[in-house]
T-cell receptor
Framework: KQEVTQIPAALSVPEGENLVLNCSFT??????LQWFRQDPGKGLTSLLL?????REQTSGRLNASLDKSSGRSTLYIAASQPGDSATYLC?????????????FGRGTQLTVWP | DVKVTQSSRYLVKRTGEKVFLECVQD?????MFWYRQDPGLGLRLIYF???????EKGDIPEGYSVSREKKERFSLILESASTNQTSMYLC???????????FGNGTRLTVT
């Protein structure tokens, strides 16, 4: 069964810092990996989707990389802002018979202080 | 933009009641999912559906059922609500299996 781990569980940084969030998964036979953001009491917002054949995806100040063979993905946030404060989750979709489902990490709770 | 709408943001029900949680998406997505999210446990998949009238059990289907009579609507049913079903319920959809997953804003259900 796929296990997804996110380190650190919580991160607090001053505004303006560049930061890296980590995601690791145990089964490298994945279809894709997706990063989400969740604000308190709200649903998840999709940030970036990386297909298994891709190495990275970029959207604005966000860059996500994928190293499938080592079972790792990183989300890089450039020039962090207080509005980036949220919980960030990664999720992987496996190949195989359970093609529809995603496996989620527990998330990294990010606080950016002014 | 994709819109996934959950009918209620907050819901309070009594133990033993039958509870319906409704989810509607407006982008003709094939796949729809119900998750629950609890502190310390993360997101857990209850059921998903990859076509009208088709459904698959997730990790924690006990005590729940689902209905998908139309492509845009996926309902989660708590047959007899219990206090351990107090949780945040999140609906999601995706166009096809390798496209991004889009979530609704969630329904916070309290069973007393």
């Amino acid at each position: 069964k796929q296990e997804v781990t996110q380190i650190p569980a919580a991160l607090s940084v001053p505004e303006g810092e560049n930061l890296v969030l980590n995601c690791s998964f145990t089964d490298s036979a994945i279809y894709n990996l997706q990063w989400f953001r969740q604000d308190p009491g709200k649903g998840l917002t999709s940030l970036l989707l990386i297909q298994s054949s891709q190495r990275e995806q970029t959207s604005g100040r966000l860059n996500a990389s994928l190293d499938k063979s080592s079972g790792r993905s990183t989300l890089y946030i450039a020039a962090s802002q207080p509005g980036d404060s949220a919980t960030y989750l990664c999720a992987v979709r496996n190949r195989g018979s359970t093609l529809g489902r995603l496996y989620f990490g527990r998330g990294t709770q990010l606080t950016v202080w002014p | 933009d994709v819109k996934v709408t959950q009918s209620s943001r907050y819901l309070v029900k009594r133990t033993g009641e039958k509870v319906f949680l409704e989810c509607v998406q407006d982008m003709d997505h094939e796949n729809m999912f119900w998750y629950r999210q609890d502190p310390g446990l993360g997101l857990r998949l209850i059921y998903f559906s990859y076509d009208v009238k088709m459904k698959e059990k997730g990790d924690i289907p006990e005590g729940y059922s689902v209905s998908r009579e139309k492509k845009e609507r996926f309902s989660l049913i708590l047959e007899s609500a219990s206090t351990n079903q107090t949780s945040m319920y999140l609906c999601a959809s995706s166009l096809i299996l390798d496209s991004p997953l889009h979530f609704g804003n969630g329904t916070r259900l309290t069973v007393t």
